[in-house]
């Protein structure tokens, strides 16, 4: 069969003009069944055209699509390789290299079990395992502390500490927001010095629960008195 159909056929001993020959030519068609297979290449209006899906894996040469022939911001998140789970797209090598999956530690006991420089912890994993360490630490530390006016217990500063009541003249206690592990933890307090007398002052602090610790102020003839600003620091 011919790859292509003439615009006339022509008959035995039929004489050739310029006519007929021009109608051979410009009539002339692809022939469907030869000229084209129908997968890759087909027919539409009578032209030659690449089929709807006909360009296959195998039609592409290896190395035929380059860098500069993708356009910026073609290539989307889902024609990327499929992440694992808790991966990440990264490089930790210490070099140049391809992409690589890179683990991300979201518990705390991931970041304490795990000394290598190949994964990436979450936020929440990071200050769950520094509060976990400040709560388990039995390193000697500063829990909580405040700074109070002796007369109106008004607190103008606090770390820890939910309020401060008045027993008395230079008497007072302070509650802690969260108890101790003991009724025995060391505190210390302090004053501004009274500026308009030469007495001296002497303040005194000590835990009586988990959650309270008592203040007292006196001067040096043994008289309680009210301050300003009152510093108390509990430590466990």
């Known amino acids: 069969m011919s790859v292509i159909n003439t615009g006339k056929i022509f008959a035995n001993g039929e004489q050739l003009t310029a006519d007929k020959l021009n109608q051979v030519i410009d009539q002339a068609t692809f022939n469907a069944n030869e000229a084209v297979d129908g997968s890759t290449i087909t027919l539409i209006g009578g032209a030659m055209a690449v089929n709807d899906d006909?360009?296959?894996e195998a039609k592409i040469d290896n190395g035929a699509v380059?860098?500069?022939k993708i356009p910026d911001g073609n290539i989307t998140k889902a024609k990327i390789e499929n992440?694992?789970?808790m991966k990440v797209l990264g490089n930790t090598s210490g070099a140049a290299a391809a992409p690589q999956?890179?683990?991300v530690i979201d518990e705390s006991s991931g970041i304490g079990s795990n000394d290598n420089d190949t994964s990436i912890p979450t936020s929440a994993a990071v200050k769950s395992y520094v509060d976990d360490a400040l709560q388990s630490s039995s390193a000697f530390q500063a829990r909580a502390g405040c700074v109070y006016h002796g007369s109106t217990q008004?607190?103008?500063?606090?770390?820890g500490v939910s309020g401060v009541t008045r027993n008395g003249i230079g008497d007072y206690r302070v509650i802690l927001s969260s108890a101790a592990p003991s009724s025995k933890f060391p505190?210390?307090?302090s004053v501004i010095p009274i500026?308009?007398?030469?007495?001296n002052l002497a303040?005194?602090?000590n835990a009586v629960s988990t959650t309270e610790v008592d203040v007292n102020i006196e001067d040096s003839d043994g008289s309680p008195v009210d301050l300003q600003n009152i510093s108390v620091v509990v430590f466990y």
């Not at 008004?154 to 770390?159: C, D, K």
């Open 54 to 56: 006909g360009i296959t």
């Open 66 to 68: 380059t860098t500069n």
């Open 83 to 85: 992440v694992a789970d």
């Open 101 to 103: 999956e890179v683990e």
């Open 154 to 159: 008004t607190l103008a500063y606090s770390n």
């Open 187 to 189: 505190v210390c307090a």
């Open 195 to 199: 500026s308009s007398t030469t007495k």
């Open 203 to 205: 303040v005194g602090a």
